[in-house]
Every structure is written in C-alpha cells, then in structure tokens.
T-cell receptor, first 111, second 116 residues
C-alpha cells in the first residue's frame, strides 16, 4: 500500500459545478497537508496548506483534513474551465520535511 | 520573476551520456529540494539541502546521481551514464525555514529529460 492514495481520474464536471477531490493516507505521523495544482508541462503550484485537522477556505477553494480517518479533501466551488488541471494532494511529517505526493487527479471542467 | 528557476527546460540526450541540471531558488530561501516526476505519477523526493549542506537523500538517488549546492544559493543535479529509466521531469523546490513559521515549498517548472 502506498503512503498516499489518490484516484487518478480523469474527472469531468460541467462548468459551475462543485468539485470534490480526495486522498487517503496511511502514515499517522503526517501533520502538514497540501494541495497543489499542476498544468501540463508546468511545475506544481501551491493552492492550499493546512496543519493538522480542520477546514481552511481560500476563495473558491476549501480544504478539509480528517486525521482520525486519514482522509483529506479539496472542494472547488463555481468551477471554471481554467480549473482544468491535475490536482496533487501532498503531505509531510514536519514543517520543512520532504513532501509525499499522491498520483494526482486529472480534472476537466466542461464549458 | 522571483520564482524558482530551472534550466534547461528540456534536455534530450543519448543513453550513457552525462547530464547536468541547474536550479535557482527563490532569493533567500535556505532550503532546496529535488524531486522526480514520471508520467502519470506525483513527484517523488530525491534529496534536499539546508544552505550548502545536503541533509537527506532518497534511496531513489543511485550513485549515478549527485547534487550540489556549493554556496548555498543555486543547485545542480548531475546524472552520470544516463539510462532509459532516467527519463522524467526533474523538479526543484525551495522554502524558507524561519523559527516556527509555516513555510511551504514552491516549485519551479522543471527540467524534462528525454533519453534516446
């Protein structure tokens, strides 16, 4: 079993829909949780960065962490075609530690 | 542009050749990381530096790979005697470690290596 599991998709939703992306993990030592967005032939771009359990909201994006279930989610409201990209969940044990990534979910927003 | 800069963006080489990539981190970032990403996978950690000291190396980093950060600023990643399996995107990230503040890693756009 990999440390971080993420459904690779692809996931296609109509413009304006709410998108839900999820990851599960096995290492209970993870404390820092991130979501990165990656466009084709570009590097990962940090979207959300959270510590421990709870919710964090930033504009149309909401990140949720449930450490008891070892489950993290990213919600995108009012999805736009420009949101079409690969979304990578990521986590680390310490603040400055190496990051462990999921495989990434390819998301297509249909106009 | 004050982001992480990587050069070259794309490198094509024949199997058995040596290649070197360069990463310029965000100014004043003291931590620098190297990751490798293959098609359809997330990035995998290779190694990282705090200033000029290399503090951790993944078992993915075989003895054909060497990384340096001689003056604590830019870094180079060299692959000797390249193999087909080295074809991947090599990503560099940097972060600033300061007291108890949370400082996430910011990535460059990578160097895509293609082995013929």
């Amino acid at each position: 079993q990999k440390e971080v599991e993420q459904d690779p998709g692809p996931l296609s939703v109509p413009e304006g829909a709410i998108v839900s992306l999820n990851c599960t993990y096995s290492n209970s030592a993870f404390q820092y949780f991130m979501w990165y967005r990656q466009y084709s032939r570009k590097g990962p771009e940090l979207l959300m960065y959270t510590y421990s359990s709870g919710n964090k909201e930033d504009g149309r994006f909401t990140a949720q962490v449930d450490k008891s279930s070892k489950y993290i989610s990213l919600f995108i409201r009012d999805s736009q075609p420009s949101d079409s990209a690969t979304y990578l969940c990521a986590m680390s044990v310490g603040r400055d530690d190496k990051i462990i990534f999921g495989k990434g979910t390819r998301l297509h927003i249909l106009p | 542009d004050t982001g992480v800069s990587q050069n070259p963006r794309h490198k094509i080489t024949k199997r058995g050749q040596n290649v070197t990539f360069r990463c310029d981190p965000i100014s004043e970032h003291n931590r620098l990381y190297w990751y490798r990403q293959t098609l359809g996978q997330g990035p995998e950690f290779l190694t990282y530096f705090q200033n000029e000291a290399q503090l951790e190396k993944s078992r993915l980093l075989s003895d054909r790979f060497s990384a340096e950060r001689p003056k604590g600023s830019f870094s180079t990643l060299e692959i000797q005697r390249t193999e087909q399996g080295d074809s991947a995107m090599y990503l560099c990230a940097s972060s600033l470690t300061l007291g108890l503040g949370n400082q996430p890693q910011h990535f460059g756009d990578g160097t895509r290596l293609s082995i013929l």
